[in-house]
């Protein structure tokens, strides 16, 4: 099969540089584009990441090649793709907010999709927030974004933020099983990776916990209801349920974010054994298509009492699983777990990729 050329926004970051190294043998997607920041234009990708290679796995010879076109220059991208070098971008830009949401629609209008890892279009109405597992319907959004905005094969869609992909996809097996959650807190344990390079201080954060991520709490209780909403109305309308309180605290811990959460239940609350049953038999439409990176099991139950733990279960299954740990009644809510996945993989970069197969399949890229 041919490969679909896409192109990758940030692609010198920490989620740039992973999405390089995990399409590199993707069976359906290549990069044949790659750009970031003016001070990274104009070189070959090998030097301009030389000396800040985050990662064990490397990228192929011919990527090297490729010059590292200026993301803020949309042009270059539209002549990529007329060369057909880029059927479509992943963006993964550290920039303003305001920058990042005129840039992305820029692209979009130019007839480029674009597979976004950043928040500024989270709470666009139109834009759907996918978690390939809970919400593949949200993508009928799409073709309401483009008539409102008369763009043509061009359309944003986005990621969650990577705090909640330990959590999300439990919550969501449960509810479609018909347990109602109604009240949830959250506390997390966030990986450095997911501030990015060089992100927090070696002296803030070595030997040490800090317990702030600025705008993680709010982003952590709130997305959650825009993925469990229903496409209503030319958008997405939010869901009232759960009723999250997130602490987001920032730990010495290289990759995988943990969270660890209490719940409430509605009138109908299943046993820790029907719990843990759930999620061991959740499968949904990435598994049932067997899309490339769906995990084959997309919740991991563990059953000892010390796992899950970021090193040990972080990269399960691709890194795309969610592992989850310590099910046990709770004596405040009902029941509370440990949650722990992979923040720069399923909760980036990997997840993306899904997103993307999603689309493909769908017909919406490709
Ligand atoms: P990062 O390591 O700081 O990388 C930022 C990227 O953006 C680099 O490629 C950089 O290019 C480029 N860039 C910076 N300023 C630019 C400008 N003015 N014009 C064009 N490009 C510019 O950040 P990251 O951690 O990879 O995060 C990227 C995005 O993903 C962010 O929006 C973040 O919120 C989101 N995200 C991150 C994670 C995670 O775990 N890290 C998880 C989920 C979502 P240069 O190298 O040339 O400076």
């Known amino acids: 099969m041919r490969k ?14 992973n999405y390089i190294a995990l399409l590199s043998d993707h069976p359906w997607f290549e990069p044949r584009f790659v750009a970031a920041s003016p001070r990274s234009a ?13 990662l064990e796995k490397t990228y192929k010879a011919a990527t090297g090649e490729l010059v590292v076109a200026d993301a803020n220059d949309v042009s270059t991208a539209v002549e990529a ?45 139109d834009v759907p927030m996918l978690i390939a597992e809970v919400n593949p319907h949200h993508t009928d959004v799409i073709p309401l974004q483009q008539k409102a905005r008369g ?6 869609a986005v990621k969650p933020n990577c705090s909640i992909q330990s959590y999300m996809t439990p919550f969501y097996a449960l509810i479609e099983a018909g347990f109602e959650i109604r009240r949830a807190v959250v506390a997390t344990l966030q990986a450095v990776s ?18 702030f991520i600025g705008g993680e709490e709010e ?36 990759d995988g974010h943990t969270a ?42 563990r059953d000892e009492d010390n796992r899950p733990q970021p090193r040990k279960d972080g990269g399960a299954d691709k890194a795309m699983a969610v592992t989850v740990g310590r099910v046990r009644p709770c004596p405040v809510f009902d029941a509370r777990f440990v949650g722990c996945s992979h923040n720069t993989v399923r909760g980036a970069a990997g997840g993306g990729i899904l997103n993307a197969e999603l689309l493909k399949v769908k017909g919406y890229v490709g």
Not at 90 to 111: N, T, V, W
Request: proline share 8%; with cysteine.
């Open 4 to 17: 679909i050329p896409v192109g990758v926004l940030g692609a010198t970051g920490m989620v740039g540089q």
């Open 42 to 54: 104009g070189k070959p990708y090998k030097e301009a990441v030389a000396g800040r290679w985050h």
């Open 81 to 125: 793709s007329k060369r057909g070098d880029c059927a479509f971008v992943f963006s993964a830009l550290e920039m303003g907010k305001d920058e990042i949401k005129a840039l992305e629609e820029a692209y979009a209008a130019a007839g480029i999709p674009v597979i976004s890892n950043a928040s500024a279009h989270r709470w666009t109405p």
């Open 151 to 156: 763009w043509g094969k061009g359309f944003i």
């Open 194 to 211: 997911g501030a990015g390079y060089p992100g927090v201080a070696s002296l803030d954060i070595i030997g040490n916990v800090v317990p």
């Open 219 to 254: 982003k952590s209780e709130k997305e959650p209801l825009k993925i469990l909403g229903a496409v209503s109305g030319g958008g997405i309308a939010n869901a009232e349920f759960p009723r999250i309180a997130a602490h987001c605290n920032r730990v010495p811990v290289v």
């Open 260 to 301: 660890c959460v209490s719940m409430e239940f509605g009138e109908k609350k299943p046993s820790i054994e029907e719990i843990k049953r759930i999620w061991r038999n959740f499968k949904a439409l990435p598994q049932e298509m067997n899309l490339p990176f769906a995990p084959v099991q997309p919740i991991i139950v």
